[in-house]
């Protein structure tokens, strides 16, 4: 894959309800690299409203999957199959408790792509919040279409 690549997030909370449920989709250009049997992606991402970027590290391994947040928004979130780690949201607003229990980490990988999928149960502040999926898609840019 090269260094110049597209990424597509696409994260949804079910709370039980299938009605209502939209999934929240981000797609962005940013830098791919491998290094030491793990993959690396980082994009920038501005919140409305607010000057100051975040810097997004997303580090893809056979162990799981890493996400780093640092600048408006500071978080460091780890993805592990049948392993719950902690780890506190830092908003503008305020700090939040997250407990993260990955149920399932699937790693896909090709010549030009990488796809990889989570499914974890959500805690904020001790108390069960939501089973989550997420999705983490990245492709070279000169790729063609984005395959989904």
């Known amino acids: 894959m090269t260094k110049d690549v597209l990424i597509r997030i696409v994260g949804l909370q ?3 309800e299938a009605d209502g449920q939209e999934p929240i989709e981000l797609v962005i250009g940013g830098e791919y690299y491998y290094q ?3 993959h690396y992606l980082r994009y920038e991402e501005k919140v409305e409203g607010f000057n100051e970027k975040t810097i997004n590290y997303i580090k893809i ?12 928004i ?4 780890v993805f592990e199959k049948e392993k719950k780690n902690v780890t506190y949201y ?7 408790e997250m407990g993260i229990s990955a149920a399932r980490v699937h790693l896909q ?14 805690e904020m ?21 984005f395959e989904i």
């Open 14 to 16: 079910s709370l039980g």
């Open 36 to 38: 030491n049997g793990s």
């Open 61 to 72: 391994s056979p162990k799981g999957v890493e996400v780093r947040k640092k600048g408006l």
């Open 74 to 77: 500071n978080v460091h979130m």
């Open 90 to 96: 830092a908003t503008p607003f305020g700090n939040i």
């Open 109 to 122: 990988e090709g010549i030009d792509h990488l796809n990889a999928k989570v499914d974890y149960a959500l």
């Open 125 to 145: 502040n001790g108390e069960y919040v939501a089973d989550c999926f997420l999705t983490i898609e990245a492709q070279s840019k000169d790729a063609g279409h």
